[in-house]
Protein backbone atom coordinates (compact mmCIF):
# COMPACT_ATOMS: atom_id res chain seq x y z
CA UNK A 1 0.00 0.00 0.00
CA UNK A 2 2.55 2.20 0.95
CA UNK A 3 4.45 1.68 -2.36
CA UNK A 4 1.67 2.67 -3.90
CA UNK A 5 1.61 6.15 -2.79
CA UNK A 6 5.15 6.41 -4.44
CA UNK A 7 3.66 5.84 -7.86
CA UNK A 8 0.74 8.92 -7.97
CA UNK A 9 0.55 11.54 -10.17
CA UNK A 10 -0.04 14.99 -8.09
CA UNK A 11 -2.65 15.20 -9.19
CA UNK A 12 -3.94 11.72 -8.14
CA UNK A 13 -2.32 11.97 -4.77
CA UNK A 14 -4.12 15.89 -4.33
CA UNK A 15 -7.33 13.66 -4.82
CA UNK A 16 -6.60 11.30 -2.25
CA UNK A 17 -5.55 13.60 -0.12
CA UNK A 18 -8.22 16.58 -0.01
CA UNK A 19 -10.35 12.99 0.37
CA UNK A 20 -8.51 12.31 3.64
CA UNK A 21 -7.59 8.45 2.44
CA UNK A 22 -4.23 9.31 3.15
CA UNK A 23 -2.18 11.97 4.84
CA UNK A 24 0.47 14.50 4.11
CA UNK A 25 2.37 11.91 7.12
CA UNK A 26 1.83 9.18 4.93
CA UNK A 27 3.12 10.43 2.07
CA UNK A 28 6.59 11.40 3.56
CA UNK A 29 6.75 7.86 5.04
CA UNK A 30 6.07 5.65 1.67
CA UNK A 31 8.28 7.82 0.22
CA UNK A 32 11.04 7.52 3.15
CA UNK A 33 10.45 4.13 3.27
CA UNK A 34 10.76 4.12 -0.75
CA UNK A 35 14.00 6.09 -0.53
CA UNK A 36 15.61 3.69 2.06
CA UNK A 37 15.26 1.08 -0.60
CA UNK A 38 16.48 2.02 -3.30
CA UNK A 39 18.36 5.25 -3.50
CA UNK A 40 21.70 2.89 -2.13
CA UNK A 41 21.28 1.52 -5.53
CA UNK A 42 20.30 5.21 -7.59
CA UNK A 43 22.04 8.01 -5.21
CA UNK A 44 19.45 10.46 -6.65
CA UNK A 45 19.84 12.36 -3.25
CA UNK A 46 22.59 14.66 -2.25
CA UNK A 47 21.20 14.80 1.54
CA UNK A 48 17.70 15.02 3.36
CA UNK A 49 15.71 16.93 4.69
CA UNK A 50 13.57 15.94 7.60
CA UNK A 51 13.82 18.98 10.04
CA UNK A 52 11.42 20.26 7.03
CA UNK A 53 9.34 17.60 5.97
CA UNK A 54 8.31 16.96 9.29
CA UNK A 55 7.20 20.84 9.96
CA UNK A 56 5.67 21.02 6.52
CA UNK A 57 3.88 17.74 6.73
CA UNK A 58 2.09 18.37 9.99
CA UNK A 59 0.99 21.99 8.48
CA UNK A 60 -0.34 20.23 5.47
CA UNK A 61 -2.45 17.82 7.29
CA UNK A 62 -3.67 20.51 9.57
CA UNK A 63 -4.52 22.99 6.64
CA UNK A 64 -6.26 19.82 4.40
CA UNK A 65 -8.21 19.29 7.86
CA UNK A 66 -9.35 22.82 8.06
CA UNK A 67 -10.36 22.07 4.50
CA UNK A 68 -7.51 24.38 2.23
CA UNK A 69 -6.91 23.47 -0.91
CA UNK A 70 -3.53 24.76 -1.95
CA UNK A 71 -2.32 22.46 -5.31
CA UNK A 72 0.43 20.93 -4.00
CA UNK A 73 -0.75 20.25 -0.07
CA UNK A 74 1.30 17.26 1.03
CA UNK A 75 2.84 16.89 -2.19
CA UNK A 76 6.45 15.36 -1.45
CA UNK A 77 9.53 17.35 -3.59
CA UNK A 78 13.00 16.93 -4.49
CA UNK A 79 15.37 20.36 -4.99
CA UNK A 80 18.46 20.35 -7.62
CA UNK A 81 21.66 20.46 -5.23
CA UNK A 82 21.99 24.62 -6.80
CA UNK A 83 19.02 25.66 -6.06
CA UNK A 84 19.10 27.57 -2.37
CA UNK A 85 16.94 26.77 0.68
CA UNK A 86 17.56 28.43 3.44
CA UNK A 87 19.25 26.48 6.38
CA UNK A 88 19.66 23.53 4.15
CA UNK A 89 23.09 22.96 2.85
CA UNK A 90 23.71 23.74 -0.38
CA UNK A 91 26.58 23.09 -2.56
CA UNK A 92 25.97 22.99 -6.50
CA UNK A 93 27.91 19.39 -6.28
CA UNK A 94 30.51 20.99 -5.48
CA UNK A 95 33.60 20.50 -2.54
CA UNK A 96 34.08 24.64 -2.92
CA UNK A 97 30.62 25.17 -1.43
CA UNK A 98 30.97 22.28 1.30
CA UNK A 99 29.05 23.64 4.54
CA UNK A 100 27.36 26.61 2.48
CA UNK A 101 23.78 26.90 4.21
CA UNK A 102 22.35 30.05 1.73
CA UNK A 103 20.59 32.66 4.30
CA UNK A 104 17.49 32.75 2.41
CA UNK A 105 15.37 30.55 -0.10
CA UNK A 106 14.99 30.40 -3.81
CA UNK A 107 11.89 32.46 -5.26
CA UNK A 108 10.71 29.24 -7.36
CA UNK A 109 11.36 26.66 -4.14
CA UNK A 110 9.61 29.30 -1.95
CA UNK A 111 6.88 29.28 -4.34
CA UNK A 112 6.47 25.54 -4.30
CA UNK A 113 6.63 25.69 -0.30
CA UNK A 114 3.46 28.14 -0.34
CA UNK A 115 1.52 25.94 -2.52
CA UNK A 116 1.91 23.37 0.19
CA UNK A 117 4.88 20.92 -1.02
CA UNK A 118 7.06 18.95 0.95
CA UNK A 119 10.73 18.78 0.71
CA UNK A 120 12.08 15.39 1.11
CA UNK A 121 15.77 16.20 -0.03
CA UNK A 122 18.50 17.67 -2.02
CA UNK A 123 19.21 16.13 -5.35
CA UNK A 124 22.84 15.21 -7.24
CA UNK A 125 23.79 17.39 -9.84
CA UNK A 126 26.81 17.56 -11.73
CA UNK A 127 29.15 20.66 -10.28
CA UNK A 128 27.50 24.37 -10.81
CA UNK A 129 25.26 22.26 -13.69
CA UNK A 130 28.39 21.30 -16.12
CA UNK A 131 27.76 18.38 -17.60
CA UNK A 132 25.41 15.80 -19.39
CA UNK A 133 26.13 12.65 -17.09
CA UNK A 134 25.44 13.58 -13.25
CA UNK A 135 29.43 12.39 -13.40
CA UNK A 136 30.79 15.36 -12.88
CA UNK A 137 29.27 15.64 -9.30
CA UNK A 138 31.99 15.71 -7.00
CA UNK A 139 29.92 13.57 -4.52
CA UNK A 140 29.03 10.33 -6.51
CA UNK A 141 27.57 10.22 -9.80
CA UNK A 142 23.85 9.01 -10.01
CA UNK A 143 22.44 5.99 -11.79
CA UNK A 144 19.86 5.90 -14.56
CA UNK A 145 16.66 3.95 -12.33
CA UNK A 146 16.07 1.85 -15.94
CA UNK A 147 19.73 0.43 -15.75
CA UNK A 148 21.84 1.25 -12.94
CA UNK A 149 25.18 0.58 -14.85
CA UNK A 150 23.87 3.91 -17.38
CA UNK A 151 24.16 7.41 -16.10
CA UNK A 152 20.84 9.57 -15.92
CA UNK A 153 21.56 12.52 -18.20
CA UNK A 154 22.09 15.50 -16.50
CA UNK A 155 23.07 17.97 -15.33
CA UNK A 156 19.92 17.32 -13.21
CA UNK A 157 20.45 13.71 -13.36
CA UNK A 158 19.54 13.45 -9.63
CA UNK A 159 16.10 15.50 -9.89
CA UNK A 160 14.96 12.77 -12.90
CA UNK A 161 16.40 10.06 -11.61
CA UNK A 162 14.41 10.48 -7.99
CA UNK A 163 11.27 10.98 -9.86
CA UNK A 164 12.15 8.42 -12.79
CA UNK A 165 12.41 5.67 -9.35
CA UNK A 166 9.59 6.98 -7.55
CA UNK A 167 11.87 8.99 -4.75
CA UNK A 168 10.02 11.80 -5.26
CA UNK A 169 6.65 12.95 -6.55
CA UNK A 170 8.07 16.08 -8.44
CA UNK A 171 11.87 17.79 -8.47
CA UNK A 172 13.37 20.42 -9.90
CA UNK A 173 15.97 20.96 -11.95
CA UNK A 174 18.01 23.36 -14.18
CA UNK A 175 18.31 24.00 -17.62
CA UNK A 176 21.31 25.79 -19.73
CA UNK A 177 21.86 23.65 -22.65
CA UNK A 178 19.38 20.64 -22.08
CA UNK A 179 19.82 20.14 -18.07
CA UNK A 180 16.01 19.58 -17.40
CA UNK A 181 15.02 18.23 -20.67
CA UNK A 182 18.39 15.42 -21.22
CA UNK A 183 18.08 13.82 -18.12
CA UNK A 184 14.06 13.64 -18.73
CA UNK A 185 14.78 11.95 -21.89
CA UNK A 186 17.54 9.18 -20.52
CA UNK A 187 15.07 8.60 -17.20
CA UNK A 188 11.63 8.82 -19.11
CA UNK A 189 10.15 11.43 -17.44
CA UNK A 190 8.74 14.92 -18.52
CA UNK A 191 10.62 17.88 -17.86
CA UNK A 192 10.34 21.07 -18.78
CA UNK A 193 12.17 24.26 -19.65
CA UNK A 194 10.42 27.48 -19.56
CA UNK A 195 11.18 30.88 -21.40
CA UNK A 196 13.90 32.89 -20.62
CA UNK A 197 12.51 34.90 -17.75
CA UNK A 198 9.52 32.98 -16.94
CA UNK A 199 10.23 31.38 -13.86
CA UNK A 200 12.79 33.63 -11.57
CA UNK A 201 16.50 32.95 -10.88
CA UNK A 202 16.82 34.48 -7.38
CA UNK A 203 18.40 31.92 -5.28
CA UNK A 204 19.67 29.68 -8.09
CA UNK A 205 23.58 29.42 -7.93
CA UNK A 206 24.53 30.64 -11.19
CA UNK A 207 26.10 28.91 -13.89
CA UNK A 208 25.41 30.96 -17.40
CA UNK A 209 22.98 33.74 -16.36
CA UNK A 210 21.41 34.74 -19.87
CA UNK A 211 20.95 30.99 -20.25
CA UNK A 212 19.82 29.24 -17.09
CA UNK A 213 16.20 28.72 -16.15
CA UNK A 214 14.89 26.71 -13.50
CA UNK A 215 12.12 23.99 -14.24
CA UNK A 216 10.17 20.86 -13.55
CA UNK A 217 10.68 17.07 -13.49
CA UNK A 218 7.46 14.90 -13.48
CA UNK A 219 5.46 11.99 -14.27
CA UNK A 220 3.12 13.33 -16.07
CA UNK A 221 2.38 16.48 -18.51
CA UNK A 222 -0.41 17.93 -15.87
CA UNK A 223 2.26 17.66 -13.51
CA UNK A 224 4.46 19.53 -14.93
CA UNK A 225 2.03 22.29 -16.07
CA UNK A 226 0.43 22.97 -12.88
CA UNK A 227 4.46 23.07 -10.90
CA UNK A 228 5.81 25.04 -13.93
CA UNK A 229 2.23 27.84 -13.44
CA UNK A 230 3.01 28.12 -9.59
CA UNK A 231 6.91 28.57 -9.69
CA UNK A 232 6.22 31.41 -12.15
CA UNK A 233 5.63 35.01 -12.61
CA UNK A 234 7.30 38.66 -11.52
CA UNK A 235 9.81 38.39 -9.14
CA UNK A 236 11.39 41.70 -8.47
CA UNK A 237 14.09 39.93 -6.93
CA UNK A 238 15.15 39.11 -10.27
CA UNK A 239 15.93 41.78 -13.06
CA UNK A 240 15.37 39.32 -15.86
CA UNK A 241 12.27 37.75 -14.52
CA UNK A 242 8.90 38.77 -16.67
CA UNK A 243 5.97 40.46 -15.74
CA UNK A 244 3.86 38.07 -17.97
CA UNK A 245 0.92 35.91 -15.58
CA UNK A 246 1.80 33.02 -14.48
CA UNK A 247 -1.33 31.14 -15.13
CA UNK A 248 -0.71 32.07 -19.00
CA UNK A 249 1.34 28.29 -19.27
CA UNK A 250 -2.38 26.84 -18.76
CA UNK A 251 -4.16 28.54 -21.24
CA UNK A 252 -5.56 26.17 -23.42
CA UNK A 253 -3.26 23.73 -23.08
CA UNK A 254 -5.94 20.83 -23.35
CA UNK A 255 -7.18 21.63 -26.57
CA UNK A 256 -5.45 18.77 -28.43
CA UNK A 257 -3.37 19.32 -31.95
CA UNK A 258 -6.03 19.04 -34.25
CA UNK A 259 -5.03 21.17 -37.08
CA UNK A 260 -1.44 22.42 -35.37
CA UNK A 261 1.12 22.61 -37.60
CA UNK A 262 4.68 20.89 -36.26
CA UNK A 263 7.65 21.93 -37.84
CA UNK A 264 10.60 18.85 -38.24
CA UNK A 265 13.66 20.62 -38.47
CA UNK A 266 15.58 18.19 -40.78
CA UNK A 267 19.41 19.15 -39.59
CA UNK A 268 17.65 17.79 -35.91
CA UNK A 269 15.64 14.94 -37.67
CA UNK A 270 18.99 13.77 -39.19
CA UNK A 271 21.18 14.91 -36.93
CA UNK A 272 24.85 12.91 -36.63
CA UNK A 273 24.62 10.66 -34.28
CA UNK A 274 21.24 9.74 -34.08
CA UNK A 275 20.82 6.07 -32.87
CA UNK A 276 18.22 4.22 -35.36
CA UNK A 277 16.33 3.13 -32.26
CA UNK A 278 15.71 6.28 -31.68
CA UNK A 279 14.46 7.88 -34.87
CA UNK A 280 11.99 4.99 -34.90
CA UNK A 281 10.88 6.49 -31.70
CA UNK A 282 10.69 9.92 -33.01
CA UNK A 283 9.07 8.85 -36.31
CA UNK A 284 6.48 6.45 -34.28
CA UNK A 285 5.56 9.76 -32.11
CA UNK A 286 5.13 11.89 -35.27
CA UNK A 287 2.54 9.28 -36.54
CA UNK A 288 0.57 9.41 -33.34
CA UNK A 289 0.72 13.05 -33.37
CA UNK A 290 -0.62 13.07 -37.22
CA UNK A 291 -3.27 10.67 -36.26
CA UNK A 292 -4.46 13.22 -33.74
CA UNK A 293 -4.89 16.08 -36.75
CA UNK A 294 -1.65 17.32 -36.82
CA UNK A 295 0.24 18.30 -40.05
CA UNK A 296 3.86 17.46 -39.72
CA UNK A 297 5.55 19.97 -41.87
CA UNK A 298 9.65 20.46 -42.90
CA UNK A 299 11.79 23.30 -41.64
CA UNK A 300 15.38 24.54 -41.34
CA UNK A 301 17.48 25.48 -38.43
CA UNK A 302 20.30 26.61 -40.55
CA UNK A 303 22.93 27.35 -38.14
CA UNK A 304 22.04 24.39 -35.94
CA UNK A 305 26.27 23.02 -36.77
CA UNK A 306 27.45 26.55 -35.07
CA UNK A 307 25.11 26.22 -31.88
CA UNK A 308 27.22 23.77 -29.95
CA UNK A 309 30.29 25.63 -30.64
CA UNK A 310 28.19 29.33 -29.40
CA UNK A 311 27.16 27.28 -26.20
CA UNK A 312 30.72 26.37 -25.14
CA UNK A 313 31.92 30.05 -25.50
CA UNK A 314 29.87 31.81 -23.91
CA UNK A 315 28.47 29.51 -21.20
CA UNK A 316 32.10 29.43 -20.09
CA UNK A 317 32.27 32.96 -20.73
CA UNK A 318 29.53 33.72 -18.63
CA UNK A 319 30.62 30.90 -15.96
CA UNK A 320 34.16 32.06 -15.37
CA UNK A 321 32.62 35.57 -14.61
CA UNK A 322 29.87 33.86 -12.22
CA UNK A 323 32.24 31.40 -10.46
CA UNK A 324 35.09 34.67 -9.88
CA UNK A 325 32.67 34.61 -6.05
CA UNK A 326 34.13 31.67 -5.18
CA UNK A 327 37.30 33.28 -3.26
CA UNK A 328 37.29 31.25 0.02
CA UNK A 329 36.08 34.22 2.17
CA UNK A 330 32.56 34.36 1.30
CA UNK A 331 31.49 31.47 1.01
CA UNK A 332 32.08 27.44 1.90
CA UNK A 333 35.43 26.46 1.74
CA UNK A 334 38.34 28.27 3.22
CA UNK A 335 42.02 27.32 2.73
CA UNK A 336 43.13 30.10 5.66
CA UNK A 337 46.18 28.57 5.96
CA UNK A 338 48.22 30.42 3.03
CA UNK A 339 50.53 32.29 3.73
CA UNK A 340 48.97 35.20 2.11
CA UNK A 341 45.49 36.68 0.63
CA UNK A 342 46.31 35.67 -3.11
CA UNK A 343 47.37 32.09 -2.26
CA UNK A 344 44.21 31.75 -0.39
CA UNK A 345 42.47 32.49 -3.00
CA UNK A 346 43.98 30.20 -5.82
CA UNK A 347 44.72 26.94 -3.39
CA UNK A 348 40.64 27.52 -2.34
CA UNK A 349 39.95 27.43 -5.99
CA UNK A 350 42.32 24.80 -7.10
CA UNK A 351 40.97 22.09 -4.31
CA UNK A 352 37.50 23.19 -4.50
CA UNK A 353 36.86 23.03 -8.29
CA UNK A 354 36.45 19.74 -9.98
CA UNK A 355 38.21 19.18 -13.37
CA UNK A 356 35.21 20.56 -15.52
CA UNK A 357 34.69 23.23 -13.71
CA UNK A 358 38.68 24.76 -14.45
CA UNK A 359 38.37 23.85 -17.54
CA UNK A 360 35.09 25.74 -18.38
CA UNK A 361 36.83 28.52 -16.29
CA UNK A 362 39.75 28.77 -18.08
CA UNK A 363 38.11 29.17 -21.46
CA UNK A 364 35.61 31.33 -20.52
CA UNK A 365 38.42 33.59 -19.32
CA UNK A 366 40.27 33.10 -22.11
CA UNK A 367 37.09 33.91 -24.72
CA UNK A 368 36.79 36.77 -22.61
CA UNK A 369 40.42 38.44 -22.68
CA UNK A 370 41.33 41.24 -24.41
CA UNK A 371 42.35 40.42 -27.91
CA UNK A 372 40.45 37.30 -27.91
CA UNK A 373 36.77 38.65 -26.98
CA UNK A 374 36.25 39.97 -30.34
CA UNK A 375 37.48 36.77 -32.08
CA UNK A 376 34.91 34.20 -29.93
CA UNK A 377 33.14 35.97 -27.05
CA UNK A 378 31.45 38.32 -29.54
CA UNK A 379 31.65 36.24 -32.63
CA UNK A 380 29.84 33.02 -30.67
CA UNK A 381 27.40 36.22 -29.46
CA UNK A 382 26.43 36.92 -33.23
CA UNK A 383 25.75 33.45 -33.82
CA UNK A 384 23.66 33.43 -30.98
CA UNK A 385 21.86 35.91 -32.86
CA UNK A 386 21.64 33.91 -35.95
CA UNK A 387 19.98 31.15 -34.10
CA UNK A 388 17.35 32.93 -32.70
CA UNK A 389 16.43 34.24 -36.19
CA UNK A 390 16.47 30.75 -37.40
CA UNK A 391 13.63 29.74 -34.98
CA UNK A 392 11.86 32.89 -36.19
CA UNK A 393 11.91 31.72 -39.55
CA UNK A 394 11.08 28.29 -38.64
CA UNK A 395 8.11 29.82 -37.09
CA UNK A 396 6.46 31.39 -39.40
CA UNK A 397 5.94 28.06 -40.67
CA UNK A 398 4.95 26.01 -37.89
CA UNK A 399 3.63 26.81 -34.07
CA UNK A 400 5.69 24.26 -32.43
CA UNK A 401 9.12 22.11 -33.56
CA UNK A 402 9.28 18.50 -32.64
CA UNK A 403 12.28 15.98 -32.21
CA UNK A 404 14.32 13.96 -30.49
CA UNK A 405 15.39 15.17 -27.07
CA UNK A 406 18.43 13.54 -26.91
CA UNK A 407 20.20 11.75 -29.69
CA UNK A 408 20.93 8.66 -27.83
CA UNK A 409 19.61 6.71 -25.08
CA UNK A 410 21.10 6.57 -22.05
CA UNK A 411 24.52 5.63 -22.09
CA UNK A 412 27.03 3.72 -20.01
CA UNK A 413 28.64 5.22 -16.62
CA UNK A 414 32.21 6.39 -18.29
CA UNK A 415 31.48 6.11 -21.77
CA UNK A 416 31.79 9.89 -22.00
CA UNK A 417 34.14 10.68 -19.55
CA UNK A 418 37.44 11.19 -20.77
CA UNK A 419 35.96 12.74 -23.90
CA UNK A 420 34.68 15.97 -23.19
CA UNK A 421 33.42 16.86 -26.42
CA UNK A 422 31.17 13.56 -26.68
CA UNK A 423 30.02 14.59 -23.66
CA UNK A 424 29.13 18.16 -25.20
CA UNK A 425 27.40 16.39 -28.01
CA UNK A 426 24.58 15.12 -25.77
CA UNK A 427 23.10 18.58 -26.12
CA UNK A 428 22.89 19.27 -29.94
CA UNK A 429 19.06 19.24 -29.77
CA UNK A 430 18.44 21.07 -26.98
CA UNK A 431 20.74 24.26 -26.27
CA UNK A 432 19.69 25.87 -29.23
CA UNK A 433 15.90 26.24 -27.61
CA UNK A 434 18.38 28.09 -24.53
CA UNK A 435 20.72 30.00 -27.47
CA UNK A 436 17.06 31.52 -28.63
CA UNK A 437 15.66 31.68 -24.69
CA UNK A 438 12.60 29.62 -25.82
CA UNK A 439 10.09 27.34 -23.49
CA UNK A 440 10.75 23.29 -24.56
CA UNK A 441 9.78 20.64 -23.01
CA UNK A 442 10.38 16.41 -23.14
CA UNK A 443 7.90 14.45 -22.67
CA UNK A 444 8.38 10.43 -22.59
CA UNK A 445 7.98 8.63 -25.95
CA UNK A 446 9.21 4.98 -25.90
CA UNK A 447 11.88 2.44 -25.74
CA UNK A 448 14.90 2.13 -27.70
CA UNK A 449 16.87 -0.86 -26.49
CA UNK A 450 15.21 -1.11 -23.56
CA UNK A 451 15.61 2.64 -22.47
CA UNK A 452 13.25 5.93 -22.40
CA UNK A 453 13.26 8.00 -25.23
CA UNK A 454 12.01 11.38 -24.84
CA UNK A 455 9.72 13.47 -27.50
CA UNK A 456 10.80 17.13 -27.21
CA UNK A 457 8.81 20.21 -28.24
CA UNK A 458 10.03 23.65 -28.45
CA UNK A 459 7.83 26.90 -29.09
CA UNK A 460 7.84 30.12 -29.53
CA UNK A 461 8.88 32.41 -26.31
CA UNK A 462 6.20 32.71 -24.01
CA UNK A 463 4.33 29.86 -25.95
CA UNK A 464 4.73 26.62 -22.69
CA UNK A 465 1.78 26.62 -23.21
CA UNK A 466 1.79 25.22 -26.94
CA UNK A 467 4.52 22.82 -25.84
CA UNK A 468 2.67 21.53 -23.23
CA UNK A 469 -0.17 21.34 -25.33
CA UNK A 470 1.02 19.52 -28.07
CA UNK A 471 3.03 17.09 -25.18
CA UNK A 472 -0.25 16.47 -23.43
CA UNK A 473 -1.84 15.57 -26.90
CA UNK A 474 0.73 13.19 -27.46
CA UNK A 475 0.90 11.51 -23.56
CA UNK A 476 -2.72 10.98 -24.23
CA UNK A 477 -2.90 9.84 -27.83
CA UNK A 478 -0.25 7.76 -27.38
CA UNK A 479 -1.23 6.20 -23.62
CA UNK A 480 2.72 6.30 -22.98
CA UNK A 481 3.29 7.92 -19.40
CA UNK A 482 6.20 7.99 -17.28
CA UNK A 483 6.61 4.70 -15.29
CA UNK A 484 8.01 4.55 -11.99
CA UNK A 485 11.34 2.19 -12.13
CA UNK A 486 11.50 -0.69 -9.84
CA UNK A 487 15.10 -0.18 -9.91
CA UNK A 488 15.90 -3.36 -7.66
N1 LIG B 1 25.45 19.78 -20.66
C1 LIG B 1 25.48 21.19 -20.84
C2 LIG B 1 26.70 21.76 -20.22
O1 LIG B 1 27.47 21.03 -19.72
C3 LIG B 1 24.23 21.80 -20.28
C4 LIG B 1 24.24 21.93 -18.81
C5 LIG B 1 23.00 22.55 -18.28
O2 LIG B 1 22.00 22.67 -18.95
N2 LIG B 1 23.10 22.98 -17.03
O3 LIG B 1 26.92 22.94 -20.20
Known amino acids: MTD ?80 CVRGVETTAGSQILKGFRPPYTATAVQRLFDAGALMLGVT ?46 IALGTDTGGSIRQPAALCGVVGMKPTYGRVSRYGLIAFASSLDQVGPFARSVDDAAVVLSLMSGFDPLDATSSERPGMEVLNNYGAGVKGMRLGVPREYYDVK ?40 IIAPAECSSNLARFDGVRYGLSEVDAPNITEQYLETRRKGF ?44 CD ?35 LAGLPGISVPCGTSDGLP ?18 ARAYEEASQVTAQVADVV
Open 4 to 83: DLTRLTVKEAHRLLRLGSVSAADMVTAHVERIERLDPHVKAYLRFTPELWEKQAAEADRLIHEGESRPLLGIPIAIKDVL
Open 124 to 169: NCDEFAMGSSTENSSYFPTRNPWDLERVPGGSSGGSAAAVAAGEAM
Open 273 to 312: GIEPGVKAAIDAALAVLRMQGAETVDVSLPHTDYGLAAYY
Open 354 to 397: GGEVLRRVMLGTYALSSGYYDAYYLKAQKVRTLIKRDFDEAFKK
Open 400 to 434: AIVSATSPTVAFPLGAKTQDPLSMYLCDVLTLGGN
Open 453 to 470: VGLQVLAPQWGENVALRV
